[in-house]
């Protein structure tokens, strides 16, 4: 805990409340395709369109609100944000009870958070940076990764439980729940924030929908990083939809066989989100950066090997382990230098571009792949994405970037 007092009570508000919506995030993992196969009867193309459809969409609808969140304070945004999220949610129970729920509500849902996850994100990382010196940052991240990957462990078995013994959308409940904490965690923060100003004109342009993209595009080691990321969670993503496939059907897994294939194994993400800032400090950020986003794609293409059985489990675990070992190193560092490399000015936009990017390339990889295992099976599939996913190395910065000026570049660069 010497770290987190070291950052400040602020900072200590702000992590409590990353830890609870994240914990009720896990506890609720699958509650939807749960609900819409055991409450609504959907068949396998519904539940497909909660994961694709719902996330592109509201990938699309975040767009927008980018640029807008880029001049408003971020604290009133983090905590609207988790309101609206908590009150999105809170209709599925109700509607259940009222005997009316439908897929469409589901789907609408769906969008309305994941459109709500995005703005928060960029506003998250706005706040991070006032509440935190620069190097302090990786502390936070590693932090913040370090949580994450412990309530990976603990929340879907939790999660799991209370279904069994409260029903089908006990999980949604205190996911909403969690969000309505987060709010009061992030409003107990306190402390003054100064309002952005515009650099032109009040009202949105229209080219401030497309800014952060063209900022991460200009900048040269923003863009490699920007493509590895998005085209890794995409592939690793599809691969897992079909693993799923594959140990749940052909191979005969039970359940609670392949949720512990993957809860297990996080235990390893948890270990590299510690390790990551004394490897920083002995190597340095970017060869921390290349090696470890390097060698977390080597290990996808090992699930085309897996068999039934206990060696079947094991593999499973193994391979799952050395990834998201080396993806708790890499994550939080490239969280760090992502903030180090964005001029101050433009971060909402940036990552609000960045998270909008990967969650529309994980539903569109994830959509073609579903369609290359229904030709291929889902073993040539898994095989093919794990083959594609060691080229992922050649994306990333080749060279440590120069120190960032502030001001920030004009917007003609781009």
């Given at each position: 805990?010497?770290?987190?007092?070291?950052?400040?009570?602020?900072?200590?508000?702000?992590?409590?409340?990353?830890?609870?919506?994240?914990?009720?995030?896990?506890?609720?993992?699958?509650?939807?395709?749960?609900?819409?196969?055991?409450?609504?009867?959907?068949?396998?193309a519904?539940?497909?369109?909660?994961?694709?459809?719902?996330?592109?969409?509201?990938?699309?609808?975040?767009?927008?609100?980018?640029?807008?969140?880029?001049?408003?304070?971020?604290?009133?945004?983090?905590?609207?944000?988790?309101?609206?999220?908590?009150?999105?949610?809170?209709?599925?129970?109700?509607?259940?009870?009222?005997g009316?729920?439908?897929?469409?509500?589901?789907?609408?849902?769906?969008?309305?958070?994941?459109a709500?996850?995005?703005?928060?994100?960029?506003?998250?990382?706005?706040?991070?940076?006032?509440?935190?010196?620069?190097?302090?940052?990786?502390?936070?991240?590693?932090?913040?990764?370090?949580?994450s990957?412990?309530?990976?462990?603990?929340?879907?078995?939790?999660?799991?439980?209370?279904?069994?013994?409260?029903?089908?959308?006990?999980?949604?409940?205190?996911?909403?729940?969690?969000?309505?904490?987060?709010?009061?965690?992030?409003?107990?923060?306190?402390?003054?924030?100064?309002?952005?100003?515009?650099?032109?004109?009040?009202?949105m342009?229209?080219?401030?929908?497309?800014?952060?993209?063209?900022?991460?595009?200009?900048?040269?080691?923003?863009?490699?990083l920007?493509?590895n990321?998005?085209?890794?969670?995409?592939l690793?993503?599809?691969?897992?939809?079909?693993?799923?496939?594959?140990?749940?059907?052909?191979?005969?897994?039970?359940?609670?066989?392949?949720?512990?294939?993957f809860?297990?194994?996080?235990?390893?993400?948890?270990?590299?989100?510690?390790?990551?800032?004394?490897?920083?400090?002995?190597?340095?950020?970017?060869?921390?950066?290349?090696?470890?986003g390097?060698?977390?794609?080597l290990?996808?293409?090992?699930?085309?090997?897996?068999?039934p059985?206990?060696?079947?489990?094991?593999?499973?675990?193994?391979?799952?382990?050395?990834?998201?070992?080396?993806?708790?190193?890499f994550?939080?560092?490239?969280?760090?230098?992502?903030?180090?490399?964005?001029?101050?000015?433009?971060?909402?936009?940036?990552?609000?571009?960045?998270?909008?990017?990967?969650?529309?390339?994980?539903?569109?990889?994830t959509?073609?792949?579903?369609?290359?295992?229904?030709?291929?099976?889902?073993?040539?599939?898994?095989?093919?994405?794990?083959?594609?996913?060691?080229?992922?190395?050649?994306?990333?910065?080749?060279?440590?970037?120069?120190?960032?000026?502030e001001?920030?570049?004009?917007?003609?660069?781009?």
């Amino acid at each position: 805990m010497r770290d987190g007092h070291r950052l400040g009570r602020r900072f200590g508000w702000l992590w409590a409340a990353y830890g609870t919506s994240a914990l009720g995030t896990w506890l609720a993992f699958g509650a939807f395709p749960l609900i819409a196969v055991q409450v609504l009867h959907a068949g396998p193309a519904e539940v497909a369109a909660l994961s694709s459809v719902g996330a592109a969409v509201g990938a699309a609808v975040a767009v927008p609100l980018g640029p807008w969140v880029e001049f408003r304070r971020k604290r009133p945004v983090l905590i609207g944000t988790d309101l609206v999220r908590c009150a999105a949610l809170l209709t599925i129970p109700a509607a259940f009870a009222l005997g009316v729920l439908s897929f469409v509500q589901l789907l609408l849902v769906s969008v309305v958070v994941a459109a709500a996850d995005i703005t928060f994100r960029a506003a998250s990382g706005a706040y991070l940076k006032t509440l935190v010196p620069a190097e302090h940052l990786l502390v936070a991240n590693a932090r913040f990764e370090s949580t994450s990957w412990t309530t990976t462990i603990i929340g879907p078995p939790l999660g799991g439980a209370a279904i069994g013994l409260l029903g089908p959308v006990a999980t949604v409940v205190a996911d909403a729940v969690s969000y309505l904490l987060s709010a009061l965690g992030i409003r107990a923060t306190g402390g003054g924030e100064p309002r952005p100003e515009r650099r032109e004109a009040a009202r949105m342009r229209a080219g401030d929908l497309l800014d952060g993209w063209r900022y991460i595009l200009a900048d040269a080691t923003l863009r490699p990083l920007f493509f590895n990321t998005a085209v890794f969670n995409g592939l690793v993503m599809a691969a897992d939809a079909l693993l799923a496939v594959l140990m749940l059907g052909r191979l005969g897994f039970e359940p609670w066989q392949y949720g512990l294939a993957f809860a297990a194994p996080s235990v390893g993400g948890l270990l590299g989100s510690r390790l990551a800032r004394p490897l920083v400090t002995r190597f340095g950020q970017h060869r921390v950066l290349v090696v470890s986003g390097a060698l977390r794609a080597l290990w996808l293409v090992g699930l085309a090997f897996v068999g039934p059985g206990t060696g079947g489990l094991l593999l499973v675990m193994g391979v799952e382990l050395g990834l998201i070992f080396c993806c708790g190193v890499f994550n939080p560092v490239c969280a760090t230098y992502r903030l180090d490399r964005t001029a101050t000015g433009r971060i909402a936009r940036t990552l609000s571009a960045w998270t909008v990017t990967t969650k529309a390339s994980t539903a569109l990889l994830t959509a073609v792949w579903g369609v290359l295992g229904g030709l291929l099976g889902p073993r040539t599939a898994i095989g093919l994405a794990g083959v594609l996913l060691l080229a992922t190395p050649l994306l990333l910065p080749r060279r440590a970037a120069a120190p960032l000026a502030e001001p920030e570049p004009a917007p003609s660069r781009a």
